[in-house]
Every structure is written in C-alpha cells, then in structure tokens.
C-alpha cells in the first residue's frame, strides 16, 4: 500500500469525483486525510497496491460501489438529534395533523435515515400520541443510501452513545420501547416499535419511486454535504414526494434561505411545502 505522500493530487480528485459520482458528497483535499483513513483499510482488506488499483476495481465491480458509499458516507446520528423539532412535532405537528385528518394515516419520511435513531425517535413520539389519540394511525419509511446502515438500523440495536445518549435523555421511552441486552449494555427496540418502520436504500439524488405522498419529511444533516446545485435537485425531489401542505425538516446548520424550492419558511429548521407567499429564514 502506498504511503501517504504517494498518492498523487490526481488520484485523489479521480477519488474525490468517484466520491460525488456515487452520492453527491462533495469533497475537497481538507476531507482527505477522512477519505484516507475509510479507504485505507478497505485497500488493505482488498490486498490492493495503491488507490490506483482501488479505481480500477470501483469501475469494474459494481459490487464494490455499495461498500465504497458505506465507506465515504458519514453516519453521524443520535435519538432525538435537535431537541426543538421534538417539541415541535409532539406539540404542535402531531396534534394538529390529527385534528385536520381525523381518519387518514400520517405518512412520515426519513429520508437520510442513517442508522435509524431518527425514524424511531419519529416512532415514539407517534406511539405517544396514539395512547391519547387510539384512531391515530401512522407509517414510517427510513432511506438512506449506504446499504450497510440500513441493514443495522432494521436490527433497532444500539451500543454506545447512542443507548447511552437514549438513557440519559429519554429513561421512561427507553424502559416503554426499548429492551436491555443481558450485559446491561446495548438496546433493542421492540418488535412492535420496529414493526412501524421500513427501512429502504435510496439516493436523494434520483426521483423518488414508491416514496408518498408524505406529510412530513425529516431531511436532517445531510444536504450539508451537498454543493448548492445538488441541494436544489436533491430538494426538488423531495418536494415532489411530499403531500400539499406537508411538512419538511431540515437539520441545526440547514436552511432553504437560498432556494426558491417550493417550501415556505415556518420557524427555523421547519417548512412548509408550498409557494404562495413564500418568506425566507
Ligand atoms: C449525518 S447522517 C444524518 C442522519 C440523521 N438524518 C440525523 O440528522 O441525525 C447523514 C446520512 O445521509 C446519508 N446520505 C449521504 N448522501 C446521501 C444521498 N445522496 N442519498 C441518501 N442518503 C445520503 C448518509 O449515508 C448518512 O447516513
């Protein structure tokens, strides 16, 4: 394997290119000692001389792409991320949604999902709601693009900060929906919690097939990882997916201040899926 120093600027922006080509990431030479240190083990797993190899073989293989997006995506997450949308969807989404569509089912998407601490939390929160709205009905589906997350967040088992983060700030949810491994250190949710969302592999940057119309999307710390041009497309996919009115989440360092992207400004961090009289956050 080649040192550090000998992998060229070429074959590194042939890396980089790979890298939006797969997911729409966009990388720069700051995210190469990150890039490095995921690939690197990868190549040494494959037996690979140098990265040069490793591009031949991405080309080749298209099996080796779905562990290369495992590889380069970031899947940073926690239960209940952001305080503030919680109390928003508990306080005033889900009661209102309910009040306006008595009888419909609420249609709720994750659509970066990562290892689906996000699509439970959304569950939770819904199955509350249930106990004091028993005709509340609801569905999640979960997408992310690395197959390799979606296959443990089906599991609903977590170690970690994760369990331990769901322990600190949310004890009575954790003892409702959640059980203990016998060595005290890992969770699992319950059937009946797992059974209320459907984890599927999905690239925001193609048209969403089978996807709503949904009546809120959790779109949360990953359009950040897009340039501008991917975060328009990447959005106007998504508006196209969610039902009139619905309602889109993004995530703490997001907005669609720049975007005339069919969402209207509610609060921040919150908007609402529409044009007429469009304010900006
Ligand atoms: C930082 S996590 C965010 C997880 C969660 N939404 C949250 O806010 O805690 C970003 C996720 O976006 C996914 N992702 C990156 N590019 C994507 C793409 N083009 N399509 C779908 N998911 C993508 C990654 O695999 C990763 O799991």
Redesign the pocket.
Known sequence: MSSDSEVDPLTRRALFEQVRRH???VMNERKWPMLDGRLRRRLQALALPGYREYLGLLEATPSEVRDF??LV??????FF??PRIWHYLAEHFLPSWHDAHPHQPLRVW??????G??AYSVAMLCEEFRAAHPTFRYRILA????DG?LRSAATGHYRGRSATGLRQTHPALLEKYFSTDEDGTGIRANAALRAQVTFRQ?????PPRDVGPVELT?????L???DTA?QQA?LENVRRAMAPDGVLIV?ESESLSRFHAGFVFEQPLIYRQGTAHAQHA
């Open positions: 997911t729409g990431i997006v495992d995506t970031t899947n940073e997450t926690s991320r952001t994750s659509a970066a999902a990562s290892s601490e996000e997408t992310d693009i690395s997350i999905h690239n925001l940057y193609q959790l779109l949360r710390n990953v950040i990882y897009f991917g990447v995530g």
